[in-house]
Structures are given as C-alpha cells and as structure tokens.
C-alpha cells in the first residue's frame, strides 16, 4: 500500500472512529448516551444533508441532573426532525415568505438551533427564512441557549424570552389574539401528572399560539400526545427510528414526533414585537 493510500486509509478510519465513540447521529448508537448529565458540551451531528456537525453546551458537571440545562432524549429527536427535510412541506409560504417560530421550553436550544442550521441558515440548499422565539422558563437555560445560537452563527435570527407555557397570564402577553406563529415546537411539554398538567390545556395553549393552517412539532414518548377532535387538519407521527434513535435492544424507539397542521388554513394575525427587530431576512 502506498503512503498516500495509507494516509487516505487512516483519515476514514480516524472518520468512522470519530463517529463510533464521540459524535452522536444516525449511523452509531451514541444517542443512548442522552442525557450526558455530567458532560459541559456534546458533538451532535445533524439529519441535514450535509451532515452539518454542532457542539452544543451545556451545564454538566456544573449542574449535574438539572432538567433545563441539559438535553433530553426527547430535545434531541426534536432537534433532529427539524434540521431534516423532512419539515419543508410545514413551512408557509405568507408573510413575505418569513416564517415565525415558537420553541417551548427550549433547555439548551437545540431544536432552534437545528432548524436553522437544517433548513433556514444554508442547510440542505433550502431558502427559507426563519425568525424564531427561543423561551424556556430557566434564565440559566436560555443562557446556554444563546450562546449555543451565537457559537454557530445564528443568534440573530432568534430572540430569546423566559416564558412560562403552563401560567396562562404569561401566555396571553406572549400570544394576543392579534397575533401567532406560523410553527411552535416543544419537547416533553406534556407532564406525566394529568392533574396538574391536563393533555387539554396544552393543546389550549398551542391553539392560542399557533395561525390556522400553522404547524406544531412536539416530541414525546410514542403515542402519549393527540390533538383533540376538529384541531388538526392534517397530522403526521416521526419515529426515532427514522433518526437511528433505537433502544438497546433494537426494537422500535420510544420517542416521537407528532407534526399537526391546525385546521382552519387563510392568513394569520398581525405582527408582533417579539419577532420584530434585528436583522433582515
């Protein structure tokens, strides 16, 4: 074997090693290291075409098990459906082709930061153009998301809110009925305890914020979530298979997403300045 044949040999072993052991993505089993609780930073590669890799931060050993500063195998499968193709035909065309996001207890920001590199920021070729609302109710959470958004450049393409999803006070400022979002997205957004988390009041909530015709992605455990009689137009389930996200044992994933299109279709509401600012799309 020539020198350059070895070199060539060695950088795709180096390759396939790096995907092995250290970068979580289809194609290795690495996701079942989600949640890292005790790591600061994981190397995620996306579902996007060009395999688009990203390093994202979180609290770790700073905050060992803290729920909003650590990515979750549910923020993660979440993060992964919305940085493929699979979410193009979600997207609308109105408001001058701009379309305004909602993510609902984004943690470290993963999810947000996926759609843009996936499919608003150059990924898969794609042209759309996207301005998302990043909240979570943990400050400390939505700092990480931050710099996570401004370490892969773009931070200018989000703001971010400490919102509270589950105070109805809160939801109300944040979505008037003069104005809604073209896409809201979460994970793990419904609690196991139905007393203190009815499945009906977070399908209230999406109601209040998304447009009619407008879409939600919510990933969660496998069948756990349905949106009530006359809400959807049209909806769809994405397994964690079709991201590689299998259990040990190989069966079927225990995660999904749910996308509903809301029925209702026409125009949405009205601006809004949570959105407004910053650069031009």
Same mark, same amino acid.
């Given at each position: 074997m020539s020198a350059s044949e070895q070199s060539e040999t060695s950088e795709t072993a180096?390759?396939?090693?790096?995907?092995?052991?250290?970068?979580?993505?289809? #194609?290795?089993?690495?996701?079942?290291?989600?949640?890292?609780?005790?790591?600061?930073?994981?190397?995620? &590669?996306?579902?996007?075409?060009?395999?688009?890799?990203?390093?994202?931060e979180m609290d770790g050993w700073l905050r060992p098990f803290d729920l909003p500063t650590t990515l979750w195998p549910a923020g993660y499968l979440l993060g992964q459906v919305a940085s493929s193709a699979a979410v193009w035909p979600?997207?609308?065309?109105? &408001?001058?082709?701009?379309? &305004?996001?909602?993510?609902?207890?984004?943690?470290?920001?993963?999810?947000?930061?996926?759609?843009?590199?996936?499919?608003?920021?150059?990924?898969?070729?794609?042209?759309?153009?996207?301005?998302?609302?990043?909240?979570?109710?943990e400050p400390r959470a939505l700092v990480l998301a931050a710099l996570n958004a401004a370490r892969h450049g773009v931070a200018r393409?989000?703001?971010?809110?400490?919102?509270?999803?589950?105070?109805?006070?809160?939801?109300?400022?944040l979505c008037p009925e003069s104005y809604e979002f073209d896409l809201v997205m979460g994970a793990a957004l419904q609690f196991d305890d139905a007393a203190l988390w009815p499945p009906g009041r977070l399908w209230d909530v999406l109601a209040r914020c998304v447009a009619p #015709? #407008?879409?939600?992605?919510?990933?969660?455990?496998?069948?756990?979530?349905?949106?009530?009689?006359?809400?959807?137009?049209?909806?769809?389930?994405?397994?964690?298979?079709?991201?590689g996200m299998r259990p040990r044992d190989h069966t079927d994933s225990e995660y999904e997403v749910l996308a509903v299109r809301r029925a209702g279709g026409g125009a949405g509401g009205g601006g809004s300045a949570h959105l407004a600012g910053g650069d031009e799309l």
């Open positions: 180096s390759k396939q090693n790096e995907d092995a052991c250290c970068v979580i993505g289809q #194609g290795n089993a690495n996701h079942l290291r989600i949640p890292a609780v005790r790591e600061t930073s994981l190397s995620i &590669r996306l579902q996007n075409q060009a395999g688009t890799l990203v390093r994202l979600f997207f609308r065309a109105e &408001r001058g082709g701009v379309t &305004r996001v909602l993510e609902l207890g984004a943690g470290v920001g993963f999810a947000s930061l996926a759609l843009l590199k996936g499919c608003g920021y150059g990924g898969n070729g794609s042209k759309h153009k996207i301005r998302i609302l990043t909240t979570d109710k393409r989000q703001k971010f809110e400490v919102f509270d999803f589950t105070d109805d006070k809160q939801v109300e400022r #015709g #407008g879409v939600v992605l919510l990933a969660h455990t496998a069948a756990v979530l349905s949106p009530p009689p006359g809400w959807a137009e049209e909806e769809t389930r994405i397994s964690g298979n079709d991201v």
